[in-house]
């Protein structure tokens, strides 16, 4: 076990302003992952008074281990990454509200309200959505009654709790495949289950056959996850040899995508069936003053870079936006 | 081994700058079979060498069994949070709060120091109307990013009502605990033995499992 310190500088030291329940903001954004950051600081120094909203501020990117695709980095840690981030917007003061969710949202008189979880309601002008994505799930019997004992979503969460277990991976994505690597170094075997190919970046692929502890099985669907108080393994088919068969395993982590987080906005904003909301390619959406970024939106390719330059779009609309109004 | 370096060091030095009242770090080791007691004991003597208003007691299990007893210490290492008038709050860490923990650990000392952050008025009634005492167990791993926000949120209603206490586990540490708790995805919550909750849950969660308890 490593004691490696994690510090968290820009939330423990921000002296960050507080959201007012009774401003009306010319722009508020919720989320504050790659794409809410960056519109954060195109807001500010654009001169917009603007606040930011965030259940998980930093987003999906604290969860990533090491990203080695982001321009300027060869390979740096997620949680500095967004660190980074976080520390160059809060030098513009800009007001946060942190752990704290968007339940609902109207627009009337073109003024949105928003409803919070803690209860307050907040007002604003414009708004821009980029409230991402969450881990899709498989769908499958034993999947809900396990998560959190033995089910997992979170690689470098819960990777530890399995050291000399046996563990499953189900995807073959990028994610999917930094997962296989990274636990196979703790854990005594490691089955990577993938329904069609591995999607992989070459890169990734190339070191995860490296490993000896690592099995890869292709062509192979998860039907069931059973067993007790834990997981004690998966039921799996396997399409070329039309069979169906068991893995024994401790541990099941699901990387197979994302799916958007438009819940709340769904009967105010258009979306597709997949729950992303349709945006053009200067992020507004069907809601006039109503701009969305990032994994929420129909944007092709759900990465850091794309994200965050889309964030930075959306806060020049709704500049522009604004300057119409005036 | 010193976990702080220069840059943390600093920023710690900043952060505690911050801070109202005196805050006591008592620690709990042992002398035999605690693998990480005395890692925990020195990073907590280099936590109390940034902080002006950190103080730090070091007791033993067995030697200041009393004070185990007073403070309800059950395993080692651990810590207790301590106010300026030497009051248990009811803010524990079981095992060492390193890695990603050592965000909780802060968050703790300043909230304990009298200088948190305010909870919204409707959430401060909700938690001043729970009678029934409540234990919340936050099993983590080091590794987790998310599990400190977890460890905050049960520690900040400790705080705010002396019903409630709460604790950090680090999984790892106390593994046959963990075993016994099912925990095989962190953050795991555990409120009043039986009920649990996975996941940085928001503190309206915590609230409306505690209210039907
Ligand atoms: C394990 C993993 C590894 C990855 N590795 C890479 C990589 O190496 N390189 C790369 O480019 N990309 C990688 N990605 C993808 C990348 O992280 C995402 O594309 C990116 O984070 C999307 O940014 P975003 O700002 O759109 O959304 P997110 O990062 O998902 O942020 C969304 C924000 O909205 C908040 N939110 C959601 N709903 C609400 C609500 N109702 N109210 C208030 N706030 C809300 C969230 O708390 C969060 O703050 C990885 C993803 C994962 C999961």
Redesign the interface.
């Known amino acids: 076990?490593?004691?490696?310190?994690?510090?968290?500088?820009s939330?423990?030291?921000s002296n960050t302003k507080k959201i007012e329940e009774n401003v009306i903001y010319d722009v508020l954004i919720i989320g504050a992952g790659p794409a809410g950051l960056n519109s954060a600081l195109y807001a500010t120094r654009n001169g917009l008074n603007a606040g930011l909203i965030a259940?998980?501020y930093?987003g999906q990117v604290?969860?990533t281990s090491s990203v080695e695709n982001y321009l300027g980095y060869e390979s740096i840690p997620g949680?500095d990454l967004v660190g980074a981030f976080r520390e160059h917007v809060e030098k513009y003061e800009i007001p946060i509200k942190k752990?704290?969710?968007v339940e609902k949202v109207e627009k009337k008189e073109n003024r949105f309200f928003l409803s919070m979880?803690?209860?307050?309601e907040l007002k604003s002008k414009t708004l821009i959505i980029a409230t991402g994505s969450k881990p899709r799930k498989l769908n499958v019997p034993g999947e809900e009654k396990f998560?959190?004992?033995?089910?997992?979503y979170?690689a470098?969460?819960?990777?530890?709790?399995?050291?000399g277990r046996d563990v499953v991976i189900a995807g073959g994505g990028n994610s999917a495949v930094e997962a296989a690597i990274d636990i196979a170094k703790i854990a005594n075997k490691v089955y990577l289950v993938q329904r069609s190919v591995l999607r992989a970046e070459q890169a990734l692929v190339d070191k995860l056959e490296t490993l000896n502890n690592v099995e890869i099985r292709l062509g192979t669907q998860v039907k069931e996850i059973y067993g007790e108080?834990?997981?004690k393994g998966i039921k799996v088919y396997n399409k070329v040899e039309d069979k169906e068969f068991d893995i024994k395993a401790?541990?099941i982590f699901v990387e197979i995508g994302s799916v958007p987080n438009s819940g709340p906005f769904k009967d105010l904003v258009e979306t597709l069936p997949n729950g992303e909301i349709v945006i053009d390619c200067s992020c507004n959406t069907s809601v006039p003053g109503l701009f969305a970024a990032g994994d929420v939106t129909t944007v092709p390719y759900k990465q850091i870079s794309i994200s965050s330059g889309e964030g930075a779009k959306a806060a020049l609309s709704a500049n522009a936006y604004i300057n119409k109004l005036k | 081994m010193a976990l702080l370096n220069d840059e943390i060091r600093t920023n710690l030095v900043e952060v505690f700058g911050k801070m109202k009242e005196e805050v006591t770090i008592a620690v709990f080791t042992k002398e035999d079979g605690c693998e990480t007691c005395k890692d925990t004991l020195d990073f907590m003597k280099e936590i109390e060498e940034v902080g002006e208003k950190i103080k730090l007691e070091e007791y033993d299990m067995e030697k200041d069994s009393k004070k185990a007893e007073e403070f309800n210490v059950e395993m080692t290492p651990s810590i207790v949070l301590l106010d300026s008038e030497g009051k248990d709050n009811g803010i524990k860490f079981y095992g060492i709060p390193a890695g990603h923990e050592i965000n909780s650990l802060i968050t703790g000392i300043i909230e304990v120091s009298g200088s948190g952050e305010d909870v919204p008025s409707a959430l401060k009634e909700r938690i001043a109307k729970i009678k029934t005492p409540v234990d919340i167990k936050v099993f983590v791993t080091l590794g987790c990013p998310h599990c400190p926000g977890a460890v905050a949120k049960a520690h900040k209603l400790a705080l705010e009502n002396p019903n409630i206490r709460a604790q950090m586990i680090e999984a790892q540490t106390f593994s046959e605990l963990s075993d016994k708790y099912n925990v095989s995805g962190v953050p795991k919550i555990i409120i009043n033995e039986d009920n649990d909750l996975v996941g940085n849950q928001p503190i309206e969660k915590f609230l409306e499992t505690i209210e039907s308890l």
């Open positions: 076990m490593g004691f490696e310190l994690n510090f968290d500088s939330s423990l030291k259940d998980k930093g604290l969860d949680e752990d704290s969710r979880s803690d209860g307050t998560s959190g004992k033995g089910v997992a979170c470098i969460c819960d990777g530890p709790l399995f050291q108080k834990l997981v401790d541990g």
